[in-house]
């Protein structure tokens, strides 16, 4: 009898962390919309377009390689103009929850970025990544221009025949529209927040295993 309670427990106590943002859906709303962003204010670097899953461990991947400047939460891939995170969790915006990555590509290639990208999630799982399941949690790269769009359907094909897989690759290769910054409590989310359980359990680890297969790649 103790074993079912404590099993019981257990699940309840999951609910709490087991989505990202999952504390925040049913806060307190941030009253602005934030428009696309202005690759200008980084200067002359290139920006690159990833979704994998939860944002926040995203980001943290990202901003954690050297030639990365910023990485900055927010939303791509469909079609309401100037969602927020309500809108997104919603499943009925189109959007993914995507990370802009800005980086000088003296320091580190947009081949490299990919790499990383592929080999910090599960690029096999179907509309989620871990414990997070629904449309604006897939996988998808943003490609900008034609070598962008090469140089990722080249990756994904090289590492759906290499064997490591049992499934099939599913993340998506799509053009590029437009990008919306998330709110601003998502911005560098699991720095602020190391505590929480979801942030404890599920983006820290992950983030920790990508910079554990990329060690000389960290600032």
């Known amino acids: 009898m103790n074993r079912i309670i404590a099993i019981v427990w257990l699940a309840v106590g999951m609910l709490g ?5 999952s504390s925040n859906a049913t806060g307190s709303k941030t009253h602005y919309k934030v428009p696309v962003v202005d690759n200008t204010v980084y200067g002359k670097l290139d920006t690159a377009y990833f979704a994998s899953g939860c944002f926040w461990a995203v980001e943290g991947i990202f901003d ?18 100037n969602p927020d995170y309500r809108d997104v969790s919603t499943e009925k915006t189109g959007h993914a929850e995507t990370v802009a990555v ?12 990919l790499e990383v990208y592929f080999a910090s999630q599960d690029p096999t799982q179907v509309n989620g990544q871990g414990p997070d399941r629904g449309d604006s949690y897939r996988s998808v790269i943003f490609y900008t221009n034609s070598e962008e769009q090469q140089l990722a359907n080249d990756y994904k094909n090289k590492l759906g025949s290499s064997g490591k897989y049992k499934k099939p690759i599913a993340v998506q290769i799509v053009p590029f529209k437009a990008f919306y910054k998330a709110e601003e409590y998502h911005q560098n989310y699991d720095q602020h927040h190391a505590d929480e359980p979801y942030v404890a359990s599920v983006s820290i680890p992950r983030i920790e295993r990508a910079q554990a297969m990329f060690p000389k790649l960290l600032k």
């Open 64 to 81: 954690s390689l050297k030639g990365v400047k910023e990485a900055e939460s927010g939303y791509s891939g469909g079609h309401t103009k």
């Open 102 to 113: 800005y980086y000088d590509p003296k320091i580190i290639s947009y081949s490299t970025l």
């Open 17 to 21: 962390f087991s989505a990202c943002g």
